[in-house]
């Protein structure tokens, strides 16, 4: 049987405002009396995904973790989320190593909730999945690049306080900001490594190589989120292959916002990894939002000949090795 039938997979890159069925977001928000802007269940599925037939622009695609984000926003929402992720994950994938990445402080109405308990809440989720199935899983917290380097700072407290209780990284997600700047962000790496967590960061997704060259240079991450334009520059793919950073590839997210526009251009960016030894992983960034699932992922990157089936299993084996689970 081909990979990945039956093998036990790992996943580095999920958001949790990505990774919840809609039919299970739909009754959290009800249960909470949140008002949405339908009334009609499939009107809320195509509010809350992107297929190939609805495509989205980058940006469009981030907006859509405003309603995701807002239905998650209290301890009960994100204890659920949490769970049925990793239940998900591990019976129609046989996922059983998972990071799963979410900003708290975009999960505490402004503010009106405590920080602590909604970390709280996703350890929760966690111990109670890790009861029913046989997944490892860890979250990383993603600080915001729309957030000021304060806030940032705050949520690395959150993730070095929790760091006993199952956190296990970090990253900086969220859209492009004018005046952002990775290398602002050198103490908060360094004191997150300091303090034994995972780095990684989105880098090489929206913005160009640059990114991925200002990462290595300021952040010495440990992984990258996306990072496949890194490709568009020779330079770039050597330091990166240099650094030893692993990349969190995530394909069919890629092709629905347009960052690798079409499989002519997924082949090159695989081939570019290939010819500089750049490690990588395969995810799905949010298999629900993006209605895909990472066995998916890797039946599409075979049956189109990206990638073949060593190289799957490979890629596998390199996210369990890149995981930060102890
Ligand atoms: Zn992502």
């Not at 859509?64 to 807002?70: A, C, D, K, P, S």
Request: charged share 25%.
């Amino acid at each position: 049987m081909p990979f990945p039938d039956g093998a036990e997979l790992a996943e580095l890159h999920v958001h949790l405002g990505g990774s919840v069925d809609p039919a299970v977001m739909w009754e959290i928000a009800h249960a909470q009396g949140i008002r949405l802007p339908t009334k009609d269940y499939w009107r809320f599925v195509d509010l809350v995904t992107v297929t190939p037939k609805r495509k989205k622009t980058f940006e469009e695609y981030l907006s859509l973790f405003r309603w995701t984000e807002l239905i998650q926003s209290s301890p009960i929402a994100i204890e659920r989320s949490v769970y049925q992720t990793i239940a998900g994950a591990y019976r129609r994938n046989n996922i059983t190593l998972m990071e799963l990445r979410f900003n708290p402080m975009k999960r505490n109405r402004g503010g009106e909730q405590d920080l602590d308990h909604i970390m709280m809440a996703a350890v929760r989720g966690i111990d109670r999945a890790s009861l029913e199935y046989p997944v490892k899983t860890g979250i990383i917290v993603c600080l915001d690049r729309t957030f000021t380097l304060k806030m940032n700072e705050v949520l690395l407290e959150k993730a070095a306080k929790f760091s006993s209780r199952g956190v296990v990284g970090i990253d900086i997600a969220g859209p492009p900001v004018d005046g952002f700047k990775y290398s602002d962000y050198r103490a908060i790496y360094r004191r997150a490594r300091r303090e034994g967590l995972g780095l990684t960061v989105h880098a090489g997704e929206d913005e160009g190589h640059s990114s991925v060259r200002d990462v290595i240079d300021h952040l010495q991450p440990d992984r990258i989120g996306h990072g496949v334009r890194a490709t568009e520059d020779g330079k770039t793919m050597e330091m990166l292959e240099k650094s030893g950073a692993v990349l969190e590839v995530c394909p069919t997210s890629n092709l629905n916002t347009g960052v690798v526009r079409g499989m002519e251009e997924m082949r090159a960016v695989f081939q570019s990894l290939r010819r500089f030894r750049v490690g990588f992983t395969i995810n799905t960034d949010g298999p629900e939002m993006l209605m895909t699932n990472l066995r998916k992922e890797m039946a599409l990157l075979a049956s189109e000949g990206v990638l073949k089936t060593e190289e799957l299993a490979r890629a596998n084996a390199a996210a369990f090795r890149a995981s930060f689970i102890e």
